[in-house]
Structures are given as structure tokens and as C-alpha cells.
């Protein structure tokens, strides 16, 4: 599932708002977050926020024996029981970089 995404798409876009990175790939300058109430906007940041507390934090070692405070996603029986995954695509000075993780309370799956 693709939670955010700032890659320009439509061929009909302002070049005023975009900027490229190479022929292939153009990225939007800004982008918002906005939707009726209920509809996740916390909760995206509240995943963002976590997932940069979990990556300056997981490797102490007084945490190899608590429960990791992931939330799984309350309105799906199907899901109830699968690790949540967090993944982050940049760019820094021309390379890009992906970072993720599975994980439970209990451990990182992958």
C-alpha cells in the first residue's frame, strides 16, 4: 500500500511545480495532506513519527526485552494478525536510499 507518494504523474502538470530529477522521474515541490475528518491524516503522521523514533531507537539494548508499540489496523479482520510495514524512499544529493521494516509487538520480522 502506497501511504504517500510525491512523484508527479499527470503529464498535464505545471513544470512550475515539479522538479526533476533525471527524464524518468520528476518529484512535486510540495504536497498536502487533507481529507475528511476520520480518514487517517494523524494517523500517516503519527506512523511517520514512529517510524523515526524506532530507527534511532531500536538498537538500545534496555529495549531488546520490551513490546514494540506498533498498532495494528483495527478495521480489518484480515489484517489483524500481519506485521505492519514501514518504508521510506528519498533522495540525497542525486542517490536514493530505501529504508523499511515488518514488525510486530514482539520482534522485526524483516
Same mark, same amino acid.
Do not use: C, H
Given at each position: 500500500?502506497?501511504?504517500?507518494?510525491?512523484?508527479? @504523474?499527470?503529464?498535464? &502538470?505545471?513544470?512550475? =511545480?515539479?522538479?526533476?530529477?533525471?527524464?524518468?522521474? $520528476?518529484? !512535486? @515541490?510540495?504536497?498536502? &495532506?487533507?481529507?475528511? =475528518?476520520?480518514?487517517?491524516?494523524?494517523?500517516?503522521? $503519527?506512523? !511517520?513519527?514512529?517510524?523515526?523514533?524506532?530507527?534511532? =531507537?531500536?538498537?538500545?539494548?534496555?529495549?531488546?526485552?520490551?513490546?514494540?508499540?506498533?498498532?495494528?489496523?483495527?478495521?480489518?479482520?484480515?489484517?489483524?494478525?500481519?506485521?505492519?510495514?514501514?518504508?521510506?524512499?528519498?533522495?540525497?544529493?542525486?542517490?536514493?536510499?530505501?529504508?523499511?521494516?515488518?514488525?510486530?509487538?514482539?520482534?522485526?520480522?524483516?
Amino acid at each position: 500500500m502506497v501511504a504517500a507518494n510525491l512523484v508527479a @504523474k499527470d503529464k498535464e &502538470i505545471d513544470e512550475n =511545480n515539479v522538479f526533476a530529477i533525471d527524464d524518468d522521474l $520528476k518529484l !512535486l @515541490k510540495s504536497a498536502a &495532506i487533507y481529507g475528511a =475528518n476520520a480518514s487517517g491524516k494523524s494517523n500517516l503522521t $503519527k506512523a !511517520l513519527g514512529f517510524m523515526k523514533w524506532f530507527m534511532i =531507537n531500536s538498537s538500545q539494548e534496555t529495549q531488546s526485552t520490551e513490546k514494540i508499540a506498533v498498532e495494528r489496523f483495527q478495521l480489518s479482520t484480515e489484517t489483524e494478525d500481519q506485521p505492519s510495514f514501514f518504508e521510506i524512499i528519498f533522495l540525497l544529493d542525486g542517490q536514493q536510499y530505501r529504508y523499511g521494516f515488518e514488525a510486530n509487538t514482539d520482534k522485526i520480522v524483516s
